[in-house]
């Protein structure tokens, strides 16, 4: 028991030690290099502390080893700019001046919903309130929003489209039913609802629309019998 305890001891210094070499950003904001290493690490470490059979310099030197690999990638990325982008990635602007770009999203094994979720969590409810937004290499989201944003997203917007398919739970929460949303898209010379990237509404009536592959629209509607959420 206390051979396992001096052990663990042991390897809790070292992962220490070389955990502070590798910088602030290893403990925050990682590269996804540096989760697997990060991870790498964890799993070395957890060996030699769980099993008295093998020997603890095994233990640090595979530590200590991949600390000198994370070195030697964190000069290629910062030294050779080609291989930056392929180690470390680069960032995807999913929204620019014509609406939500559906492609960057794909490559990024993302939909909408997970954009829509990213905005809340920064503070932005309405798609028509950002000029541009994009995902870092890191993972981490960032929006540029419009100057009088605040102004534009008065009411909660609803997913009412989201690539093609209708949200039937959103549908029920405004009481409109399909067919209104089916006769708005008609009205804009849609012919089919899978055609639609993203549809949104809210309770005062705007109605952000966006048909794949064209820029977005927004529509100010009245709902029937005055209707508001």
Request: hydrophobic letters at 45%.
């Amino acid at each position: 028991m206390v051979l396992v305890v001096i052990r663990t001891a042991i390897i809790f210094v070292v992962l220490l030690v070389i955990m502070r070499l590798m910088g602030k950003r290893q403990i925050g904001e990682m590269q996804p290099f540096e989760l697997v290493i990060t991870l790498l690490i964890a799993e070395l470490a957890c060996i030699p502390m769980s099993d008295a059979s093998i020997p603890l310099l095994y233990g640090i030197i595979s530590v200590v080893t991949i600390y000198v690999l994370h070195e030697i990638v964190t000069l290629l990325d910062l030294k050779v700019k080609p291989l930056k982008s392929l180690i470390s990635g680069k960032p995807s602007l999913v929204i620019n001046k014509n609406g939500i770009d559906d492609y960057q999203l794909k490559r990024n094994n993302l939909d909408v919903s997970d954009l829509i979720e990213s905005l809340r969590s920064a503070g932005y409810f309405s798609l028509d309130t950002i000029d541009y937004a994009l995902y870092e290499s890191n993972g981490t989201f960032s929006a540029l929003p419009k100057e009088n944003y605040e102004e534009l997203q008065t009411s909660l917007p609803l997913v009412i489209v989201d690539n093609g398919k209708y949200d039937r739970k959103n549908l029920e929460l405004t009481g409109l039913g399909q067919e209104f949303f089916d006769g708005l898209l008609a009205r804009e010379g849609v012919k089919s609802v899978k055609k639609v990237l993203v549809l949104t509404a809210d309770g005062a009536g705007k109605i952000y629309l966006q048909i794949k592959r064209r820029k977005f629209k927004v529509l100010h509607v009245e709902y029937p019998a005055h209707r508001e959420w």
